[in-house]
């Protein structure tokens, strides 16, 4: 999917405001644009429309409507770039632990909403790609704990050295056509069940 074919749902309670945005999105080539002026019920707009990025503006920032749009950032797994004209520390640590991608303070032009958008999508995808990355470690990291596990039971209850319980692990997983962690939690299971 090209960033031109992204679906953008713009939250603006602004009318002015919003058509800078829609008109700087539609200058960049973007065709699939959805303005919304109210933010309350914007959960189910959000889940009915699926867009692909969200932008929202919010031009004088309040605390309850900030913690609703934190609220809503914190389960909706997408790019969102945040326009606002004035910010303080405290909100720009919550829109980053939030999934703000990108936050702007005092920045609205047309000509800056494709440069701001593009780097929203491209840090977005840098930081859920780490997520993936992270996930994948810990996993490891737990099949290697799981297996080292079974070795240590193997070794005990059968009289084997460390390598022959890796190799009796390994041999039945390929006889059994399963992944070695498997077999090694079947292992840690068993046992767990006798001892």
């Known amino acids: 999917m090209s960033n031109t074919d992204l679906t ?10 919003a058509a800078i945005i829609d008109e700087g999105l539609r ?3 973007h065709t699939h644009v959805t ?3 109210e933010v309350n019920g914007i959960a189910r707009i959000v889940e009915t ?3 692909d990025v969200i932008i929202i503006d919010i031009e004088n920032p309040n605390r309850d409507m900030m913690e609703h749009l934190f609220q809503l950032t914190r389960t909706v797994e997408r790019p969102i770039a945040m326009f606002v004209d004035r910010s303080d520390t405290a909100s720009i640590e919550a829109a980053v632990d939030a999934g703000v ?3 702007i303070v005092d920045g609205l032009k047309k000509e800056r909403v494709k ?4 780097m929203a999508v491209s840090r977005f995808n840098a930081f859920s790609r780490l997520q993936r990355e992270l996930a994948e470690a810990r996993s490891a990291l737990e099949e290697r ?3 080292e596990r079974a070795k240590g039971i193997l070794m005990k209850m059968r009289g084997l ?3 022959e319980a890796f190799a009796l692990l390994r041999q039945t997983a390929m006889n059994e056509k399963k992944k070695l962690a498997d077999i090694a939690q079947s292992v840690v299971t068993a046992a767990g069940l006798l001892l």
């Open 115 to 118: 440069p701001i958008l593009d």
């Open 8 to 17: 953008i749902l713009v939250i603006d309670e602004n009318a002015v405001r």
């Open 35 to 37: 303005v919304v002026h």
């Open 49 to 51: 429309l699926a867009p």
């Open 145 to 147: 704990k799981i297996i």
């Open 101 to 103: 991608s990108a936050y």
């Open 161 to 163: 050295s460390e390598e």
């Open 27 to 29: 200058e960049a080539g």
